[in-house]
């Protein structure tokens, strides 16, 4: 029910933060010396150009999907976590612990390592809102502080308890053949996980729009004081919805596993998590435009290596044009949440 | 006051035309305010008002039309722009600190506000956090930061709406100095008895047009009421006989604070409206968080039944009531998604709301262009009505209404105590916290006086005392 404003401010934000990306790259390539035209060229080939690259793009935007979803959905409700990173990984690991220890069914197994994974990011997600519901911890260093909690954890068992064999790396035992997710594009690793972030962010899209609930987690993100008039409890709501955040970036991390690494790995993640803040934030916290934002930034990601190639310019340097996007954004999206509880 | 140099203009309004989707909020008007005059500007709900004031003071750009002024031109606006995390201080002089060296001089700063405060004669404490104030010390937070900066122009939009009466004389008081050193003073009033006692000029609007301009002293209270609403007023509801039943009882309620509850017994009956005059400060909102569940207290506060229906119109609408991004109805629903009729297992029924939505628009007469509009395009007098409305769509059994009426315009105001009578006509028990004597002596069947945490004295309505009221609610014994 958003009126038709706040729709053009959804599509005006993406394609602003959009814009000022283009004309950071170009800059950036003229200050490398090299020409724009030939840089977007091999960006767009590199990222577009053939059902190879199509769908690494398409792997990319999914492993950015899940989790960006997960950060709208906690930042509707005013709770900035920047957890998804840590969520990721426990829900990594689950997946990868279950599916070499489970011998079952493979559609079944597939459905407990997924689920596995939502749950193990949910419970991660929920230790955040858990602390902020009754310590009043602040949301931002709690899941912070998860992220690093993760990083040990998971990189502790692989290295020890879970650790698929003596000789082996820091990684758990590979997947059974049956338990892979089904590949959708042939040829490519893209497997059925894009079509499962995609009715995640279905889902989600109904939940904040029509449901209930999702009024409710709205109501605390946009008017604390008259949700709590209206008999919103606030702890309760904190914790469903780093819950809920959490284990959608959970699931993200089992996808990973099943879909793509097929065994957790300490190398699962190379800052999903964090990149998936800037995708949630050019998506407007709108799950319809976060679909888009992901999908751009998995070109941004895939065309980048090709970038690199041809116009000189260091792959990182897309990292740094994001991050002054996200930083953009999210001084904007503050600002305005603060101007309006002032008021 | 028609010297020469009072006769100056100061603020030049020409043409000024502005529309937003759907509606035409401002329609060619021309207003001057001279130098040294109080210009006071009324009108309905949604005629256009606040629009017009935000156009003088360069916030909102007009469609069509020129704005002139000559020197600075300061607003206060009917919902406040403050900084709630910063401290009172912190908000008037924002940007204006007084500096030793790089660092800001808060005893400096501090003594500055706070003189500037006894000087205008209203009192607060410079140091309190702005999120933590009732509605009332935010305004004048706002008012002070505007005086601060010593504004050629000041705009006041509902200034008052807030303020209990003995501040509004003081508040009055100030504006008048103001204006005697030559501010050119605009001033946006719903309670025309203000007109009538400080203002040289009026200005009517009505539905974005000036459909009257005169000098006070050739009109009177009642002809202004009628170019505004463009007829007669309506009159308030009659009160009928009823059957009292018992609903709410309160039972030596204390709360913690300096404006807390220091042992309040009261009951409301189904039938009846029980008044609380006072004051500001004096309890009042302890009183009604209490009742709300919102805060810890001692004592009791029990209703009848465990199931009793409670609806309750809080005293800040934007802050406690709605969500202002939210269209009017996903208003109506939001607070009563607990209610049956709201949703449809997990799905907010919004084709229930929309028709409550209808029926409150319809009978509170509120003025949008259309229901699915963000409530923050909607006039504040109107915001205030789907609020009341809202809290009366379910026909509760117990009604909590906290100046229920607050920037409502005197026509729908009537409106408004018409249904506030006519749910307790039906059997609603309503407790009716205002800061206006005039409300309560109209609707009240008891009043009590609320003064410095206790019931300092119990009347009938019908044969209450104003004089003997208003000593009480000062203190008197
Ligand atoms: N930002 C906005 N977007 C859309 N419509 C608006 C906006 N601001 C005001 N309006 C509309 O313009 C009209 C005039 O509103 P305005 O706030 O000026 O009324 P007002 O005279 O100040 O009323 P009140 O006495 O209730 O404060 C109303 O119909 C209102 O709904
Ligand atoms: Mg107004």
Known sequence: MKSLMDRARGARGALGALAIALVLITAAMLVAGASPIDGFAALFAGALGGTHQLGETLVQATALLFPALGIALAFRAGLFNIGAEGQLLVGGLAAGALGANVHLAPALAAVIMLGGGALAGGVWGGIAGWLKARFGANEIIATLMLNFIAASLTGYLVAGPLKSSPAGGPETAPLAHAYWLPVLLPYTRLSIALLIALAIAALLHVVLTRTVFGYELRAIGEAPEAARRAGISLQRMALLALASSGAIAGLGGASIVAGELHRFNTQLSPGYGYTAIAVALVGDLDARWICVAAFAFGILETGGLAMQAVANIPKDAIHVIEGVIVVLLAARRYVAARAAIAS | ?477
């Open chain 2, 1 to 477: 006051m028609e010297t020469g140099r009072a006769m100056s203009v100061a603020l030049a309004l020409r043409g000024i035309r502005k529309t937003f989707p759907g509606v035409v909020a401002v329609d060619g008007v021309d207003l001057d305010v001279r130098r040294g005059e109080i210009h006071a500007l009324v009108g309905e709900n949604g005629a256009g008002k606040s629009t017009l004031a935000r156009i003088a003071f360069g916030e909102l750009h007009a469609d069509a039309g020129s704005v002139e002024a000559h020197g600075t031109v300061g607003l206060v606006h009917q919902h406040f722009e403050l900084v709630g995390r910063l401290r009172v201080w912190q908000n008037v002089l924002l940007g204006r600190e007084p500096r030793t060296g790089w660092r800001i001089d808060t005893r400096a700063a501090r003594a500055r506000v706070t003189h500037l405060a006894q000087r205008n004669g209203l009192s607060i404490d410079p140091d309190a956090l702005v999120e933590d104030l009732p509605v009332g010390m935010r305004q004048r937070v706002e008012l002070l930061r505007e005086l601060e900066r010593d504004p050629a122009v000041l705009l006041l939009d509902e200034p008052t709406a807030a303020l209990a009466p003995g501040e509004i004389d003081a508040f009055f008081a100030t504006i008048e100095q103001l204006a005697h050193n030559g501010t050119a003073v605009l001033v946006v009033t719903h309670k025309l008895n203000e007109v009538m006692e400080h203002a040289q000029r009026v200005t009517v609007m009505r539905h974005g047009k000036i459909v009257e301009q005169t000098q006070i002293a050739r009109t009177s209270a009642r002809e202004i009421a009628q170019a505004m609403v463009g007829g007669e007023l309506p009159a308030i509801a009659q009160r009928a006989a009823t059957v009292l039943a018992p609903c709410l009882s309160i039972r030596d309620l204390r709360t913690a604070g300096a404006a807390g509850l220091r042992g309040v017994d009261l009951d409301v009956r189904r039938g009846e409206i029980v008044g609380i005059a006072g004051v500001e400060g004096n309890g009042q909102s302890a009183l009604a968080d209490a009742i709300a569940g919102m805060i810890t207290h001692a004592g009791t506060v029990a209703f009848a039944s465990p199931h009793t229906t409670v609806g309750i119109v809080p005293q800040d609408r934007a802050r406690e009531a709605l969500v202002l991004g939210w269209s009017l109805v996903e208003n109506v629903a939001f607070s009563r998604f607990q209610n049956a009729r709201m949703h449809a297992g997990p799905f907010v029924n919004f084709a229930n709301a929309r028709t409550d939505a209808q029926t409150i628009a319809q009978r509170f007469d509120v003025r949008a262009a259309t229901l699915d509009v963000p409530v923050a395009t909607l006039s504040g007098g109107n915001q205030q009505k789907i609020v009341v409305g809202r809290a009366l769509v379910d026909h509760p059994e117990f009604l909590l209404a906290y100046n229920p009426t607050r920037g409502i315009d005197v026509g729908a105001a009537a409106l408004v105590q018409s249904r506030l009578v006519q749910a307790r006509n039906d059997g609603a028990a309503i407790l009716l916290i205002s800061f206006e004597l005039d409300e309560i002596l109209a609707l009240a069947d008891r009043v009590l006086v609320l003064f410095n945490g206790s019931i300092a004295g119990a009347f009938d309505g019908a044969s209450a005392d104003r004089g003997e009221l208003g000593r009480l609610m000062a203190g008197g014994a």
